[in-house]
């Protein structure tokens, strides 16, 4: 198996109408429509899905782990706290929330 | 017509031989797919297929009891007591030759399943309707390799049109009929294969034209199956399938 014949896709599942898809895992296919079919086999045995997405691996743009300082530090809860809404008094009427 | 439900059992049973066989065939790919994701793909289509058996076994023994359970049927009949198609007992081959056989089956498969939805056995007629969803599948999955390999590689479009021209000459056999098919016709139990080639022409023509594969000339046409005459692919099969019941009689799992 190679990555040009059988390229990498990622795979979403919608479980039920009103949910969003999310990531179930990933598949090597040969192209678009075995993918879609390879997915249908592998990730829905079990009646899991009502709608199924996948995507080639290589279209999804994703952040650089190195970049992690720059991206994701600084909206780190123990910089920022002030973004969770903790200094709020919540009513006993509204119990949790 | 007479129709008698030893008539009636012999036309589940050959029903069922076909799927059988064919869902066995599938199960030897285990280990053996060329990536993960088809054998899966493979493993569910055999699942499929075994599962429609059962079904039609567990049908054939209600509508005559001869004392047989859908165990002696499977593991404790010879080869001449099969009643599958020549087409399906042929052996996997490469990939090529798997779908090619896949699809031949299929399509002609979802025809009459299609058909069987209005089988005046109404027990039949729920089957059918379970495993014409099914079949569709089966075709869409193995007409959509026929597309890859027929239309990819030189090396792939050879071997798949030899796969096709190797296998032509079992097609006959599906539409074919005799005393019982006739009678099982009569009785609006069973459907009349003749009537569904039509159909099956136009869907494997146009598959084969996509897959830039050539449709062999409807020559000479093999059969067998019905009567038991079968090739010498469906004993090997037997042996490994029936070994644990031969070697162990009754052994439960």
Same mark, same amino acid.
């Given at each position: 198996?190679?990555?040009?014949?059988?390229?990498?896709? !990622?795979?979403?599942?919608?479980?039920?109408?009103?949910?969003?898809?999310?990531?179930?895992?990933?598949?090597?296919? %040969?192209?678009?429509?075995?993918?879609?079919?390879? %997915?249908?086999?592998?990730?829905?045995?079990?009646? !899991? %899905?009502?709608?199924?997405?996948?995507?080639?691996? %290589?279209?999804?743009?994703?952040?650089?782990?190195?970049?992690?300082?720059?991206?994701?530090?600084?909206?780190?809860?123990?910089?920022?706290?002030?973004?969770?809404?903790?200094?709020? !008094?919540?009513?006993?009427?509204?119990?949790?929330? | 017509?007479? =129709?008698?439900?030893?008539?009636?059992?012999?036309?589940?049973?050959?029903?069922?031989?076909? /799927?059988?066989?064919?869902?066995?065939?599938?199960?030897?790919?285990?280990?053996?797919?060329?990536?993960?994701? #088809?054998?899966?793909?493979?493993? /569910? +289509?055999?699942?499929?297929?075994?599962?429609?058996?059962?079904?039609?076994? *567990? @049908?054939? +023994?209600?509508? /005559?009891?001869?004392? $047989?359970?859908?165990?002696?049927?499977?593991?404790?009949?010879?080869?001449?007591?099969?009643?599958?198609?020549?087409?399906? #007992?042929?052996? /996997?081959?490469?990939?090529?030759?798997?779908?090619?056989?896949?699809?031949?089956?299929?399509?002609? *498969?979802?025809?009459?399943? #299609?058909? &069987?939805? $209005?089988?005046?056995?109404?027990?039949?007629?729920? +089957?059918?309707?379970?495993?014409?969803?099914?079949?569709?599948?089966?075709? $869409?999955?193995?007409?959509?390799?026929?597309? @890859?390999?027929?239309?990819?590689?030189? #090396?792939?479009?050879?071997?798949?049109?030899?796969?096709?021209?190797?296998?032509?000459?079992?097609?006959?056999?599906?539409?074919?009929?005799?005393?019982?098919? @006739? *009678?099982?016709?009569?009785?609006?139990?069973?459907?009349?294969? *003749?009537?569904?080639?039509?159909? =099956?022409?136009?869907?494997?023509?146009?598959?084969?034209?996509?897959?830039?594969?050539?449709?062999?000339?409807?020559? =000479?046409?093999?059969?067998?199956?019905?009567?038991? $005459?079968?090739?010498?692919?469906?004993?090997? &099969?037997?042996?490994?399938?029936?070994?644990?019941?031969?070697?162990?009689?009754?052994?439960?799992?």
């Amino acid at each position: 198996m190679n990555e040009k014949n059988f390229p990498l896709y !990622e795979v979403f599942l919608r479980p039920r109408n009103g949910l969003a898809h999310r990531h179930v895992g990933s598949l090597h296919a %040969a192209d678009d429509v075995i993918a879609l079919q390879n %997915a249908r086999d592998i990730y829905t045995r079990r009646g !899991e %899905a009502t709608s199924i997405w996948v995507v080639r691996s %290589a279209s999804i743009i994703a952040t650089n782990p190195s970049d992690k300082e720059t991206v994701f530090d600084p909206s780190d809860p123990e910089r920022k706290p002030y973004r969770h809404p903790t200094f709020y !008094e919540i009513p006993k009427e509204i119990g949790h929330m | 017509m007479e =129709w008698s439900p030893k008539d009636h059992f012999e036309y589940l049973v050959r029903l069922a031989d076909t /799927n059988l066989v064919l869902g066995h065939r599938m199960s030897e790919w285990l280990g053996e797919a060329p990536v993960i994701e #088809e054998e899966l793909a493979l493993a /569910n +289509i055999g699942l499929d297929l075994i599962g429609q058996a059962r079904s039609l076994y *567990a @049908r054939a +023994i209600a509508v /005559n009891p001869d004392g $047989r359970d859908e165990d002696d049927l499977v593991f404790l009949r010879d080869t001449h007591e099969y009643r599958n198609f020549l087409l399906v #007992e042929r052996e /996997n081959g490469d990939f090529a030759v798997t779908m090619v056989r896949q699809a031949l089956y299929s399509i002609f *498969a979802h025809l009459q399943w #299609e058909g &069987l939805t $209005r089988s005046a056995d109404t027990e039949l007629a729920a +089957i059918a309707s379970k495993a014409v969803k099914e079949s569709a599948y089966h075709v $869409r999955h193995s007409c959509e390799w026929l597309i @890859r390999l027929g239309d990819g590689t030189g #090396e792939s479009h050879e071997r798949t049109q030899k796969a096709v021209d190797d296998l032509w000459f079992y097609t006959g056999e599906m539409f074919a009929s005799d005393d019982i098919e @006739r *009678a099982a016709i009569a009785a609006g139990v069973g459907v009349d294969p *003749a009537a569904l080639k039509p159909q =099956w022409d136009e869907t494997v023509s146009e598959c084969f034209a996509q897959a830039t594969l050539e449709r062999p000339a409807d020559g =000479w046409m093999i059969d067998g199956g019905r009567e038991g $005459r079968h090739t010498e692919h469906l004993g090997h &099969l037997l042996a490994e399938m029936q070994f644990l019941q031969r070697a162990y009689p009754g052994q439960k799992w």
